[in-house]
C-alpha cells in the first residue's frame, strides 16, 4: 500500500463557491497495560490544531481483573487536561468527554493508563486524537 504526506492541512471544495472545508485527520497510539502502575504514550499533533475527539478501541477487556484501568490525556504525562481520568478496562470503543477548549499548543498529546487491583493485568488499549489541522 501507498502513502501520501502533506506539509499542510487538506481543503476540500470549490472556492468560487466559498464552500471550502478541511479535512479530519487520525493519529492513534497503543498503550499496553503491563501490570498495575502507570503505563504511558504520546501523539504529535500540529500546533494549533483543534482536537475533535478523543477514543479508545479495546478488542478484548483488559486480563488479570484490574479494580481500574482510568485513561488521562493532556499536555504532559498523568496530566488531564483533555480527558479527565475514565476507566477504560471493559471491551469496546469509547469516544470521551474532551473538558477544555482543544486548541493544540504544544505538538505532544500525552495518554497515561493508571492501572490499579487485578492479578498481572495486561492487554492493549488504543487511543485515537482525531483533529482538524489549522492553516499555517
Same mark, same amino acid.
Given at each position: ?38 503505563? &504511558? ?9 483543534? $482536537?475533535?475527539?478523543?477514543? =479508545?478501541?479495546? *478488542?478484548? !477487556? %483488559? ?23 475514565? &476507566? ?9 468527554? $474532551?473538558?477544555?477548549?482543544? =486548541?493544540?499548543? *504544544?505538538? !505532544? %498529546? ?13 492487554g492493549p488499549v488504543i487511543v ?9
Amino acid at each position: 500500500m501507498s502513502n501520501t504526506t502533506f506539509s499542510g492541512p487538506v481543503r476540500v471544495g470549490r472556492e468560487a463557491d466559498e464552500n471550502i472545508g478541511t479535512l479530519i485527520a487520525a493519529q492513534y497510539t497503543t498503550i499496553t497495560v503491563t501490570d498495575e502502575g502507570n503505563d &504511558d504514550a504520546s501523539i504529535n499533533i500540529p500546533i494549533g490544531s483543534f $482536537i475533535t475527539s478523543i477514543k =479508545t478501541i479495546r *478488542a478484548a !477487556a %483488559i486480563t488479570g481483573s484490574p479494580t481500574s484501568v482510568n485513561l488521562t490525556v493532556g499536555t504532559s504525562a498523568g496530566d488531564d487536561t483533555y480527558v479527565e481520568a475514565v &476507566d477504560v478496562k471493559a471491551a469496546g470503543v469509547t469516544e470521551h468527554l $474532551i473538558v477544555v477548549n482543544t =486548541t493544540v499548543t *504544544a505538538n !505532544a %498529546i500525552y495518554a497515561r493508563l493508571a492501572t490499579t487491583g487485578g492479578t498481572t493485568p495486561g492487554g492493549p488499549v488504543i487511543v485515537v486524537v482525531e483533529y482538524i489541522q489549522a492553516a499555517i
